[in-house]
Every structure is written in structure tokens, then in C-alpha cells.
């Protein structure tokens, strides 16, 4: 390459820093949000690669960048950026769209480590792995022969039907999509809003799609003690209070990746945030 700084021309200099710092050229200050044991392995994980990193306790300082939990919600993430120095970096986890237009008014960039298809189906196997761990947890039977009804057929969906096909259950997938409801023939198929008396056959009820459902008079219909997991953020599958207050094991499972396998989930985000530090 002629003229290697051309290639970062129309670069801002934060991302320059960044690319020389991965290069060993320069240290840059990096902040972690140890709040949870994901993000307490991702802080050593960061050093090992060569980054200034250090521990995020509410003051921003001069840092180059920081990283959050990716479950960190939108509003939490807008109030960082408030006290973020013009040209910072916040690396967070959520799509919201007024998260990049409070990022751009601020002169902040932020960096969605979840808008990366690697991180994601890595992602998944990890959350559905955390869902798989609180079936056994959470129920007093084997779940080989169980019935299991999974709304949505993302990739969260597609690696926990494979995970509980594999161990003998009847596996029921409610999807809208026809491309989905295909990609599901293995296992019971459903149209959303349809078929409702295999639903009350269901002893498991696993939702990832981030929106309402699942109403209130379907949950009234399940039998007592059904577990409900949800899987999909804000706004929910299904009203999780109003479950558990008729009688329905209802459990919010955010951020799974991070209590079920926190130094692989460490992993997966140390490489997609670096990825995404390094965009040009």
C-alpha cells in the first residue's frame, strides 16, 4: 500500500486510533461495564489483547471507548452517552433506533456488537443453551417425551429445537413466516394464532419473538405450573406478572448467555466488539 493513511482519510480519528492500537502502535483507553460475569472474563480478555482496558465504576472520563452489556437497555445506554466526551466509542447490544440518533446528536459513535450475524448465531447456541439449563432446573421431570411449544424460528429458536429434538422432545414450533414453518417440518408446525389445543398440551412454553403473542387468555388456558420461559426482549411474547399471578412458572431469562456460559459469551463479544472498533 502507496499511502497507507489514505486508506483512513474519511476515517474518524477515533477509529484510527483504534485500528494502530490493535497494531501495537498506540494504547487506548478502554472501559468495561463488569456488570455481570460476562463482562468481568471480557475485561481480562481485552488486556490479553493489548488494550488499556479497565473497569467502568459510573465515570467516563477520557475514554476512547466503552463497552457494555449487550443487555444494557436503550435507555440506559442513552444515559452513558450523556456524560460520553465528544468522539468516544460506545460499544452496546441494542437496535434501537434511538439509541444511533441520541449517539449522532451527542458525537458519539455507537457500535452494536448484536449487528454482526457471527456474534449472533454464536450468541444463540449460548442463550439457547441457558434455556436448556433451566428446563432441568426448573422442572421435576426428564424432558425426553415432553412437549415444548417454541414461538418464533430465529436463530435462538432453530439451535434449542435441534438441542431438545436431540434429547427426545416433541418439539412444537408457532411461526408466521411460511419459510420458517419449512424450516421446521422436522418438528410440530403451527401459524401463529392457530392451533391452540396443541399449545394446552404443552408443558413448556419458550417465546422469542419480541413481540405480545401470547395473550392473557391463552395463558389462563395452560395448565397450572406450565414453565414459561421468555427468551426476546422488550415488549415480550407473553405478560410474564400476570402469568406467575395465575398460577404459571414464569421466568424472565435476560442476558442468559452471560449465567450460563459467561467466558464463552466473553468471548463472542471481545471478538465481534473489536470487529466493530476496527470499521472503517
Same mark, same amino acid.
Given at each position: 500500500m502507496n499511502n497507507p493513511m489514505g486508506v483512513f482519510a474519511t476515517c474518524s480519528l477515533n477509529a484510527y486510533i483504534l485500528f494502530r492500537a490493535s497494531k501495537g502502535g498506540i494504547s487506548i483507553k478502554l472501559l468495561i461495564d463488569k456488570s455481570?460475569?460476562?463482562?468481568?472474563?471480557?475485561?481480562?480478555?481485552m488486556r490479553e489483547r493489548g488494550y488499556d482496558a479497565a473497569a467502568y465504576d459510573g465515570a467516563v472520563g477520557e475514554c476512547?471507548?466503552?463497552?457494555?452489556?449487550?443487555?444494557?437497555?436503550?435507555?440506559?445506554?442513552?444515559?452513558?452517552?450523556e456524560r460520553m466526551p465528544r468522539g468516544a466509542t460506545l460499544a452496546g447490544g441494542q437496535k434501537a433506533d434511538e439509541v444511533y440518533a441520541f449517539a449522532k446528536k451527542k458525537g458519539v459513535r455507537y457500535v452494536n456488537a448484536a449487528d454482526d450475524e457471527v =456474534?449472533?448465531?454464536?450468541?444463540?447456541?449460548?442463550?439457547?443453551?441457558?434455556?436448556?439449563?433451566l428446563m432441568l432446573e426448573k422442572t421435576d421431570k426428564v424432558l425426553?417425551?415432553?412437549a415444548v411449544?417454541? =414461538?418464533? =424460528?430465529?436463530?435462538?429458536?432453530?439451535?434449542?429445537s435441534a438441542m431438545l429434538y436431540a434429547l427426545g422432545v416433541r418439539v412444537h414450533v408457532w411461526a408466521r413466516n411460511p419459510i420458517d414453518i419449512a424450516n421446521a417440518a422436522r418438528y410440530g408446525t403451527h401459524r401463529l394464532g392457530?392451533?391452540?389445543?396443541?399449545?394446552l398440551d404443552c408443558e413448556i412454553v419458550v417465546n422469542t419473538v419480541p413481540a405480545r403473542i401470547i395473550?392473557?387468555?391463552?395463558?389462563?388456558?395452560?395448565?397450572?405450573?406450565?414453565?414459561?420461559?421468555?427468551l426476546a426482549s422488550s415488549p415480550y411474547g407473553f405478560d410474564a406478572e400476570y402469568a406467575s399471578k395465575i398460577g404459571l412458572n414464569s421466568i424472565v431469562a435476560a442476558g442468559i448467555p452471560a449465567k450460563g456460559a459467561p467466558y464463552s459469551a466473553a468471548v463472542y463479544l471481545a471478538d465481534s466488539v473489536e470487529n466493530k472498533l476496527l470499521e472503517v
Open positions: 455481570d460475569d460476562r463482562m468481568k472474563y471480557l475485561e481480562s480478555i476512547d471507548a466503552l463497552i457494555v452489556s449487550p443487555a444494557k437497555r436503550p435507555d440506559a445506554l442513552c444515559e452513558i452517552m =456474534f449472533a448465531l454464536k450468541n444463540a447456541v449460548a442463550t439457547a443453551e441457558g434455556a436448556l439449563m425426553q417425551g415432553a411449544a417454541i =414461538f418464533g =424460528f430465529g436463530r435462538i429458536a432453530k439451535s434449542l392457530e392451533d391452540d389445543e396443541a399449545l395473550s392473557n387468555e391463552q395463558l389462563e388456558r395452560l395448565k397450572k405450573g406450565t414453565l414459561l420461559i421468555e
